[in-house]
């Protein structure tokens, strides 16, 4: 074991671009099934093992590269592990996906049968030291790592879920195992997690939970449009480190260090208030500067005990300032009534704060070997607060601002453009932190860029080493996460400016030569510049006539300055659409679609390489700044070569290019046209110009124009009609892969299909969407295709209930309400507002189903006699319902509210109506239903029901269940 002394030691585990991998196959069974997992070894055995569960498309490529990883930058074993079957790695339909992993989510048994079969086989390996297991998963994997940690189970000293999906997990014994969970702030809710944090504590689990902004689901899986680098090495150091400890390779001596190393130096606020602060230098071998990290004090004052931390930061290589906040004069050993007497002050007056705090910034910034671009403010309770007000005032001079158990439940409204990183660091048991839902919702509306840590049991003031809340783990665990991002941030990784890792890549010797050629290699090479480089590879300049472009170097210049920004720009800040003006006056429009990202024409082959005066993005040809329509726009991308041949045929590429245009192209990709006899399409040329133009618009519509439902006549004079689930957009059979692609005059919206503009029954629906090739066959076979074709055909609300299946609950009701009769009147034009089965989770429906006077009455509140789109819903509206309720709705964005419960899924039709699909039992005043005896008049009791509609063929359920799925689709 090493024994670590606390704050003088930083581990520095960064995750590498995916590797070839270095893996043995291993099989193995458990209940009977054959399993086949992939070993990677490291150079030393035995060591600890780390068992990787996989996502839920199998075990194969990524959990691969994983392990050798694993074996290779931390030196232990590493087991891929299999869960669904040795025949079974590769999944790659969706629908068996999602048959598969819902097989294990809901056989909990069998999903730790599988863990322990994988845990049992490396503990008997002489490879492994069999009591340092850790047990690692990826999405599916790791739902499987938290259902583990649930269960009991003990072989496990550590437990680490990466983007796991979070469901209702079922509490068990006590948790034996560590627990790190690292999470997408645009993955799970922070409702979800708080739920999480919750369930762990009633299991009394020792857990760690991070949170990254913005971050979306599948953040490590390095091929997925949701792949980012930031949170993938922020979460690789955290986890790695995270192994270390709970295997047993680092211990922490916990020691204080042993004296302060500080210069006094006193200073004078703009008000004139006097001040007194402590100064920590680091030993430095060189006259270079370097980073400054600014200390604020808890509500205690600044003393020994920020004067130590300062003392720490200067021993791993930054200038440390522990400032004032109080006054010289208000510093050691403040009785308790001065220190809230001062703390009140400050935070009822946050400009004074703000102001003080931007004083000690100044005076650290004058200093000549400190990094004015490079500076780090953190604080510690009181000084949290400070240092997240700060940031929340807007203030760009503290590039990151880190908040140790802050007080964060009063935070003052956040600028509109919050310019520091911030990182929190709580207590799962501190009251101070306030409501993690609210505190992410105030940074997202200053759009920070954040990241928030909790540690299990963890209270106030838990990295104060005389109180009795100090915690050695959490201390140590808060101090390297802070530590390895100030790496991140300030670029500690010993590279140079954009001119030096330019130069020692390289791959840039052209782009190199134009800019000494342009006179901007100073400009390049200013190490108090902050840039953003999107830098052509020398492959790029390829075909390019070089010493044409440096016989005129003023437009050379603008052609370089063309790729630069004077600000950094990372990855996770470009957006679909974004426009982008460049220092020499270019606009570059961001196109992202399958995880690629285009600049105009250009692709980003590597993204965030970092430099100490930049970031830079390696792009595979020079950006093109020509004219930007529509034709040159999509011509450029590279991937629309069969729809501007088949336009140039049509006579279309005039209008498409035509400056004083405003169209609106819906793109089908050359993907889109397999499997398409493009040789037919052209030998009809009226008929190929048609096509084409029910393709366009001559109006900008932008994705956020777009609602579900709508129907939309083309140019061409076809009708689409789109549909929106789920985020994904439908134009009739074709999906938007990639929406709002600007050009100058127009947008484009990228398709996966051209779109069909055949009538839209049944089995043309399903034949267009694709996913149901087997389904239309035995229909086929059963000589049932004339029946689902028939556009006379009757499917009532009931019917597609039915068939639909999450409505179980819901039809029961209405059967013992009596209102089948009433759903199902076929000359009936009704809304129904149907709660799903889970809708009623919590609702005593046995109660309700006896007394069948009060259900009626409910149901009928959640019925309207005539027939309202999710077009014909107003913000404010308000609807009585048939049993007299009254309904209010709410639209905020995209969100759909009636009363209290939410519209997830609009406008399912029915032959006799529309379905509004619901999350929650609409609730009214009660006086609507609170007279059970009341007769409730149904306008429609006069329907009688049919005598034979008991009685169903099997083959006249068939285009009921077809309907079911089909509006699953829509759902």
């Given at each position: 074991?090493?024994a670590l002394v ?6 520095s585990?960064?995750?590498s671009d995916?590797?070839e991998?270095?893996?043995a196959?291993?099989d193995?069974?458990n ?5 086949q ?13 780390v ?6 498309d199998?075990?194969?490529?990524y959990?691969?590269?994983?392990a050798?990883?694993i ?20 999944v790659v ?5 999602i ?18 079969a ?6 008997s ?12 998963g990826y999405c599916f994997?790791?739902t499987?790592?938290?259902?583990y ?16 999906g ?13 627990l ?8 799970d ?8 944090e919750?369930?762990?504590?009633v ?11 913005g971050?979306?689901?599948?953040f490590?899986?390095?091929e ?6 930031w949170?993938?090495?922020r979460s ?7 192994l270390?400890e709970?295997?047993?390779?680092v ?6 260090p ?13 008000d004139g ?7 920590s230098?680091?030993?430095?071998g060189?006259?270079?500067k370097?980073p400054?990290v ?5 509500w ?7 004067k130590?931390?300062a ?6 290589g ?5 400032a ?5 004069d208000?510093?050691e050993?403040?009785?308790f ?61 503290a ?7 802050g007080?964060l439940?009063?935070l003052?409204?956040?600028?509109p ?6 990182l929190?660091?709580?207590g799962?048991?501190?009251d101070?932190h306030?409501?993690?839902?609210e ?17 299990a049991?963890?209270v ?6 005389t ?6 783990l ?5 101090w390297?996460s802070?530590?390895?991002e100030?790496?991140?941030i300030?670029?500690?990784d ?10 020692e890549?390289?791959?840039f ?19 108090d510049?902050?840039l953003?480089v999107?830098a052509?590879s020398d ?34 800040d470009?957006?679909?659409?974004q ?6 006056g ?7 679609a399958?995880?690629?990202v ?5 692709m ?5 390489v ?8 390696v792009?595979?040809?020079l ?8 034709v ?8 629309f070569?069969t ?8 006579g ?7 400056p004083?245009a405003?169209?609106t ?5 050359d ?6 006899d ?7 040329l ?11 618009l001559?109006?900008?519509v932008?994705s ?40 100058s ?14 009538v839209?029954n049944?089995?043309?629906v399903?034949?267009?969407?694709g996913?149901?090739?087997?389904l239309?066959?035995?229909?086929n076979?059963?000589?049932?295709v ?23 609950t ?12 009433t ?13 799903t ?14 007394d069948?006077?009060a259900?009626?009455a409910?149901l009928?509140n ?16 308000e ?10 709705v709410?639209i905020?964005?995209g969100?759909v ?7 997830t899924?609009?406008d ?7 379905i ?7 609730t ?9 005896n ?11 029901p049919?005598?034979?509609e ?17 509006s699953?689709?829509v759902?």
């Open positions: 074991m090493k606390l704050f003088t030691a930083i581990f585990f960064v995750a995916p590797i991998p270095n893996v196959p291993f193995y069974m209940e009977g099934d054959k399993l997992g992939f070993l990677s070894v490291p150079d030393v055995t035995p060591a600890p093992v068992i990787i569960l996989p996502d839920w199998g075990v194969n490529l959990e691969k590269q994983r050798t990883m074996a290779k930058e931390l030196g232990y074993v590493a087991f891929a592990a299999d869960i669904y079957g040795a025949d079974l790695h590769e339909e969706f629908s068996e996906r048959e598969l992993s819902t097989k294990y989510r809901s056989n909990n048994a069998l999903y730790i049968s599988r863990i322990k994988a845990i049992d086989l490396m503990k390996s002489d490879l492994v030291i069999s009591d340092k297991i850790a047990v690692i994997g790791g499987g790592v938290i259902t940690a649930l269960s009991g189970e003990s072989d496990a000293a550590a437990l680490v879920s990466l983007h796991g979070l469901t209702d997990f079922v509490v068990g014994p006590e948790v034996k195992p560590k790190l969970v690292l999470s997408g702030g645009a993955d809710t922070a409702t979800d997690i708080m739920k999480l919750d369930t762990l504590n299991a009394n689990a020792t857990w760690e939970i991070t949170r990254y902004s971050i979306k689901h599948g490590t899986a390095f997925s449009g949701a792949y980012n680098k949170a993938d090495e690789w150091k955290s986890m790695s480190f995270f270390q709970a295997l047993g390779d211990a922490f001596a916990g020691k204080i042993a004296a302060e190393s500080v210069e006094t130096i006193d200073y004078t606020d703009v208030a006097l001040l007194r602060g402590y100064l230098i680091p030993e430095m060189s006259s270079a370097v400054a600014i200390i604020f004090p808890d205690d004052g600044v003393n020994q005990y920020e130590l931390r003392t720490s930061l200067s021993g791993v930054y200038v440390a300032f522990a004032d906040i109080y006054g010289k208000l510093q050993d403040l009785p009534d001065t220190r809230r007497e001062q703390a009140t002050l400050y935070r009822s007056n946050q400009a004074l704060y703000v102001q003080r705090m931007q004083t000690a910034i100044d005076l650290v910034k004058a200093r000549d070997d400190v990094d004015i671009n490079k500076i780090a403010i953190i604080g510690y309770c009181f000084g949290g607060t400070g240092v997240v007000t700060y940031a929340f005032s807007g203030a760009e001079d590039k990151i601002a880190v908040a140790f158990h007080g439940t009063s003052p409204s956040p600028s453009e919050i310019k520091s990183h911030i929190i660091l709580s799962g048991d501190d101070a306030g409501n993690q839902t505190l992410e919702m105030h940074f997202n509306e200053g759009n920070a860029d954040w990241e928030i840590t909790r540690y049991d963890v106030h003031g838990f990295t104060s080493w109180s009795g809340g100090y915690n050695l959490a201390d140590a665990r808060s390297e802070m530590l390895t100030f790496e991140r300030f670029n500690m010993g590279s140079g400016t954009v001119v030096d890792v330019a130069t890549a390289g791959i010797n052209t782009l190199l030569a134009a800019a000494a050629g342009a006179g901007l290699v100073d400009t390049l090479s200013n190490p510049a902050t953003t999107l052509p492959a790029a300049f390829e075909g390019i006539d070089v010493m044409t472009l440096v016989s005129d170097l003023e437009a050379l210049k603008t052609l370089l300055l063309n790729h630069v920004l004077d600000t950094e720009v990372y990855s996770k470009l957006s679909n659409g426009v982008v003006t460049m220092l020499g270019g606009e570059v429009t961001v196109m992202i399958d995880g690629k285009m600049l105009n024409n250009a980003v082959v590597s993204p965030d970092m430099a100490s005066n930049g970031v830079i993005h792009l595979d040809a950006i093109d700044f020509s004219d930007d329509n529509i040159n726009v999509a011509s450029a991308n590279g991937n070569g729809l501007l041949a088949a336009a140039n045929a049509a279309l590429v005039d209008t498409l290019s035509n004083d405003t169209l192209v819906f793109a089908p990709s993907a889109a046209f397999e499997g398409i493009v040789m037919t399409l052209v030998s009809d009226e008929a190929l110009k048609t096509l084409l133009l029910n393709h366009v001559d109006t900008e932008y956020k124009d777009l609602s579900n439902g709508q129907v939309v006549t083309m140019l061409g004079g076809g009708e689409v009609t789109v549909l929106i689930a789920d985020g994904k957009v439908m134009l009739n059979n074709a999906v938007v892969v990639s929406p709002d692609v600007m050009a005059n127009g947008v484009i919206h990228v398709l996966d299909k051209l779109i069909d503009f055949s839209d049944i089995v043309n399903a034949s267009a969407n996913n149901f090739g087997t239309l066959a035995a229909a076979a059963a000589g049932l004339d029946t689902l074709s028939n556009p006379d055909a009757n499917y009532t609300i009931v019917d597609v209930a039915t068939a639909n299946g999450s409505f179980g819901l039809l029961t009701a209405a059967t013992a309400a009596g209102l089948v009769d759903l199902s009147d076929p000359d009936a034009t009704l809304t129904v507002f149907a709660p089965d889970e809708a009623f989770e919590g609702v005593d429906v046995a109660a309700l189903l006896k069948t006077g259900l009626k409910i009928l959640h019925v309207l006699g005539s027939v309202v789109m999710s077009t014909d819903l107003t913000d404010d509206q609807v009585t319902m048939l049993g007299g309720g009254k309904l209010t709410k905020d964005g969100t509210m009636v009363n209290n419960a939410k519209v899924g609009a399912v039709k029915a032959t006799n109506g529309v509004h699909v619901i999350d929650s039992v609409i009214f005043d009660a006086k609507v239903v609170d007279d059970k009341e007769k409730v008049e149904d306008p429609t009791d006069k329907v009688k049919n005598e034979d008991s009685s169903t063929s099997a083959c006249s359920l068939a285009p009921i269940v077809l309907i079911a799925m089909i699953m689709i759902v």
